[in-house]
């Protein structure tokens, strides 16, 4: 790889928020500009290619084992919709059934998803179904007992959902949760603080909401109504 083939991908990374880059045994780049020379890892994330497409995301994930979560995985979730969709939504990471079957949001948690996507956009006279949207999560293998993925994890399979976010271009994306939140923003804010107002992930407008999981709760009547809220707001943009 050349210095300014080098420095481009170091600037890619800085872009999406990754600080800390490292590697080892620190290579330091000879310096041809006024940029600072930096440390790079043994292995850099894989960048964003040209003309890259969700096969090609998809291949390049192969039989993944670059996090821990590889281990006890059965099956990659990778995601599902329409690969040209208006509207990504993002959640945590699979769960048991989407363990099982490979596809995300199939367990009761996905089932309140597509009641809440076609729900209101058949109350707000937007003929869409869960198909005609892109529906992935932030890590591609289940957490063990379902925890919450951690940051190092977040991070490593990060690289592969901002890909596939940067294929489809949606007019918008809807963070499911926190966890998908922060992973997307940055930042330590929950989404009961991010929600309802519109964020930014590289220019794509992104959108905040509750979790289905965490809706699917008996008390969490106001949430509902708050994510109900969120979702028209959200169809509207895109649709309108
Ligand atoms: S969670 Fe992502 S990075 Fe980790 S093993 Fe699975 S596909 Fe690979």
């Known amino acids: 790889m050349t210095t300014d083939e080098l420095r481009h991908q170091l600037?890619?990374?800085r872009d999406l928020g990754f600080k800390d880059l490292y590697r080892r045994s620190p290579l330091t780049l000879q310096p041809q500009s006024e940029m600072p020379p930096l440390k790079i890892p043994v292995e850099l994330p894989g960048l964003m290619p040209e003309n890259d497409t969700l096969d090609k995301?998809?291949?390049d994930i192969g039989d993944c084992q670059r996090c821990r979560l590889g281990a006890t995985?059965?099956?990659i979730v990778f995601g599902v919709g329409d690969p040209k969709a208006k509207i990504?939504?993002?959640g945590e990471g699979p769960g048991a059934e989407e363990d099982a079957q490979g596809f995300p949001f199939v367990g009761r948690a996905g089932q309140l998803l597509t009641q809440m996507i076609e729900g209101t956009s058949s109350k707000e006279g937007i003929p869409i179904k869960r198909e005609d949207v892109y529906i992935c999560n932030v890590v591609k293998c289940r957490p063990p007992e379902n925890r919450t993925p951690e940051a190092d994890?977040?991070?490593?399979c990060g690289q592969f959902l901002f890909r596939q976010i940067s294929v489809i271009q949606p007019k918008a994306i809807c963070a499911l949760g926190s966890t998908a939140a922060k992973a997307l923003l940055g930042g330590k804010d929950g989404v009961t603080k991010l929600?309802?107002?519109w964020h930014k992930w590289q220019q794509l407008p992104l959108m905040v909401t509750f979790h289905p999981s965490y809706l699917l709760r008996p008390y969490n009547q106001n949430a509902k109504r708050e994510a109900w809220e969120?979702?028209?707001?959200l169809l509207h943009f895109v649709y309108d």
Not at 153 to 156: A, G, K, V
Request: charged share 40%.
């Open 73 to 75: 995985r059965n099956k």
């Open 195 to 197: 929600r309802g107002t």
């Open 88 to 90: 990504v939504f993002v």
């Open 230 to 233: 969120d979702l028209k707001k």
């Open 11 to 13: 600037e890619f990374y």
């Open 153 to 156: 994890e977040m991070e490593t």
């Open 57 to 59: 995301i998809c291949s």
